[in-house]
């Protein structure tokens, strides 16, 4: 590896967040951790051609520059934002939005603003441990590298998840041989935290380990804790069935299922497209409904009918909505390869929309062409949003208004509901 110097100002940020600044020879790099107006000296790592930007002097600082509340941040790649200000934070937030919108055409004042969610509230982490010589390192990867930092404080996780740190180093430090890897999955649920773990190169666990752990996750009282092998699941311990509530109805849930960042993100997403959602609906169509985070709320109103090509989710919530008195009607049905067609979506007055960051760009192109009353695309990713929402613009529809949730503390992301209604 090479490393040579250099000294730059910061001229804006990229929607990573990182510093655009010029190099000694006018070209554009990217600098993280650093804020616009900030003169920086800095380093240039570069590897089979490869560069890396790291700012190792700051000679001036901008004044929304704050002390960050994390002493791994910068070392830990979890966080991106932790040294904004909070005016400085929102306004990043909100332009990831209004900067989506604009490339692509649309109007970047139907943005009514975002609504920070509170931090320290994750409810899913994945962590990856391996033992060195007589110490467990347990944490996150380091910024852009393999290496795992050793966390001992998690400022994004829920407490019911970093409580699991210490003690679980305990154990692991008995379980893994030395140098040898391990990577564990934790999901808060409505009863407790659901912890699954694997480790490299091992199909099965003796009986000494297994009751290490069941040791473990007997004392910290957490809800299931599971050994995983590919796709063999060994049950060590468990206390209840780990689910999650939306509009009150339990709903089965594991270590890996994709849930919202937040609990408070489930419920300010349900409000607010129920809020949103015409009083006069009478069919709806959630696609990519998951384990049922909008179906659930949106059956209150009128009957629902869920697309979704994860057979799990789908199970989960179809044994969730048979406890519920809600007239709810699921598929299995895979929407990018095969979206519903316009005349499916013609039975349909509202079409809620909630795809991966990917976007929904085939769908998008058959629903622009609907005569639905109102659409409500929820995404977490603003640049696929923007672009699948020119193309329902393009169509049948304009924006009514489109809202920010920051579920996503100190990184570069927030999730998207754009609100849509006919010509």
């Known amino acids: 590896m090479n ?3 250099g000294q730059t100002t910061v001229f804006s940020l990229n929607s990573d967040g990182e510093g655009i600044a010029f190099d000694d020879e006018g070209k554009n790099i990217h600098i993280p951790f650093v804020l616009p107006g900030e003169k920086v000296k800095f380093e240039c790592h570069t590897f089979k051609k490869k560069k890396k930007y790291w700012a190792v002097e700051h000679l001036t600082a901008n004044n929304d520059r704050v002390e960050p509340v994390c002493k791994h941040f910068m070392q830990c790649g979890g966080c991106m934002l932790q040294h904004m200000s909070p005016s400085m934070y929102r306004e990043f937030k909100q332009a990831q939005i209004t900067n989506a919108l604009n490339k692509h ?3 970047p004042y139907v943005v009514d603003g975002i609504t920070v969610l509170p931090f320290g509230k994750r409810r899913r982490a994945n962590l990856d441990a391996i033992r060195k010589e007589n110490d467990i390192f347990l944490g996150f990867h380091r910024f852009r590298s393999h290496q795992i930092i050793n966390v001992f404080e998690c400022h994004t996780m829920d407490p019911a998840l970093t409580r699991l740190l210490a003690p679980l180093r305990e154990a692991l430090l008995v379980v893994l041989e030395p140098f ?5 999955f934790f999901t808060l649920s409505h009863v407790g935290v659901d912890v699954s773990l694997e480790v490299q190169g091992i199909a099965t ?3 000494e380990k297994r009751g290490i752990l069941k040791l473990f996750a007997e004392s910290m009282d957490v809800a299931r804790f599971t050994f995983r ?11 209840a069935n780990p689910v999650v509530q939306f509009s009150g109805i339990d709903v089965a849930v594991d270590a890996y299922s994709f849930l919202q960042a937040t609990i408070e ?5 349900a409000d607010y497209v129920l809020a949103e959602l015409l009083p006069d609906a009478a069919h709806i169509a959630d696609l990519f409904c998951g384990r049922g985070t909008l179906s659930l709320p949106l059956a209150t109103r009128a009957p629902v009918f869920g697309y979704e090509f994860d057979r799990a989710a789908l199970g989960a919530l179809q044994t969730a909505s048979a406890n519920a008195e809600h007239s709810i009607h699921l598929h299995l049905r895979d929407l990018f390869a095969n979206p519903l067609t316009r005349d499916e979506l013609s039975r349909f007055d509202v079409l809620v929309i909630d795809p991966p960051r990917a976007g929904a760009e085939a769908q998008s192109n058959l629903m622009a062409t609907t005569n639905a009353k109102q659409i409500m695309y929820v995404s977490c990713n603003p640049e696929t949003f923007a672009r699948d929402a020119r193309i329902l613009t393009d169509g049948n529809f304009k924006i009514k208004k489109v809202h920010g949730i920051d579920q996503f503390a100190w990184s570069p992301h927030i999730e998207v509901v754009g609100v849509f209604e006919q010509k």
């Open 265 to 269: 993100a489930d419920q300010h997403l």
């Open 180 to 184: 040898q890897k391990a990577k564990l």
């Open 105 to 107: 055409g649309l109007d």
């Open 3 to 5: 490393i040579t110097n």
């Open 229 to 239: 092998y590919r796709k063999t699941h060994d049950v060590i311990y468990q206390r």
């Open 205 to 207: 666990l003796d009986e």
